[in-house]
């Protein structure tokens, strides 16, 4: 016999300043049946956008929406409760039928899917914006095995691109992985219009600081790396950009040297067990 469940999608307001908000999972209400909070964001989702996320506030966070499922008796006061807090939004309850645990699982799984992964098949990510030498570098780490999809693959050991800071969501570190430490690459491309050539200045300072900003969240002992792809005739221009980000502590590395650029990735993904 199946059973009829209702859900309503828990939010976390991460920075209200800001309207930052995530769907981090769900309150499972089903008749005479315990309510549940069901949690599917991971903490390294949380921790993308506020590093000060850690497993036991993530747990209180958990615990305190559970007590207040608990602290009210029936669907409708335990949805309005959780609404007057800014837990989710009141009138915005699905439902669907289950008759065993399988069954539960794969309609949560669709859940998440579309409301918490953010992949559902009705929303078109955002394309993210790559120059050439990032794609060449991903190619490279996908040829190497080790090229992640999502900041949660950091923990997997492998590469992961494009990683917002930690509150601060317009900066971002062009690829990290750890092992051990962390290791941030940041990348220079001087394949542009000599009139735009200006702009490299500007971008090498914004990408030392969201390294610099990155490391509280990843520890003082983090790796800075830089890959800078110059064509000869910006060599000369490009001299400033390249001692301004040595003094800011980073390893600069030549994409079209080859014996630079294997340093580079002995450097960056380093074997699988080792910790510097």
């Given amino acids: 016999m199946k059973t009829t469940y209702h859900y309503v999608v828990l939010r976390l307001a991460v920075d209200r300043m800001r309207g930052e908000i995530l769907n981090v999972g769900v ?13 599917m964001a991971t903490l390294n989702k949380l921790r993308a956008v506020d590093s000060s996320w850690n497993s036991q506030r993530y747990a ?4 305190n929406v559970q007590a207040i499922l608990d602290a009210n008796k029936t669907a ?6 959780l609404h007057r807090f ?3 939004e009141r009138d915005a309850v699905g439902t669907f039928m289950a008759a065993s645990h399988e069954e539960i699982a794969e309609q949560l799984a669709r859940i998440k899917s579309a409301y918490v992964s953010n992949r559902s098949a009705d929303e078109k990510p955002k394309r993210e914006k790559r120059t050439r030498l990032q794609t060449a570098l991903r190619d490279q780490f996908k040829k190497m095995h080790v090229l992640g999809n999502t900041v949660d693959d950091i923990a997997e050991h492998l590469v992961v691109s494009n990683v917002p800071v930690a509150g601060y969501p317009d900066l971002k570190s062009d690829f990290v992985y750890k ?3 962390y290791r941030i690459t940041q ?15 500007t971008e090498a300072c914004v990408k030392s600081t969201a390294a610099e900003l990155a490391m509280k969240q990843y520890g003082s002992n983090t790796r800075r790396l830089a890959v ?10 490009a001299d400033a950009h390249i001692d301004l980000l040595l003094a800011q502590g980073f390893e600069v590395f030549h994409f079209n040297n080859p014996a630079s650029m294997d340093d580079y990735l002995t450097k960056a993904v380093p074997t699988v067990g080792a910790t510097h």
């Fill in 27 to 39: 309150a499972l209400l089903a008749g005479e049946q315990p309510a549940r909070t069901v949690m």
């Fill in 228 to 237: 800078l792809d110059i064509p000869e005739e910006y060599s000369d221009a």
């Fill in 187 to 201: 990348t220079l491309d001087y394949h542009v219009a000599p009139d735009s050539l200006h702009n490299k200045l």
């Fill in 179 to 181: 092992n051990g430490t």
């Fill in 76 to 81: 409708t006061s335990q949805i309005q409760a």
């Fill in 60 to 63: 209180a966070w958990t615990e």
């Fill in 86 to 88: 800014g837990f989710c």
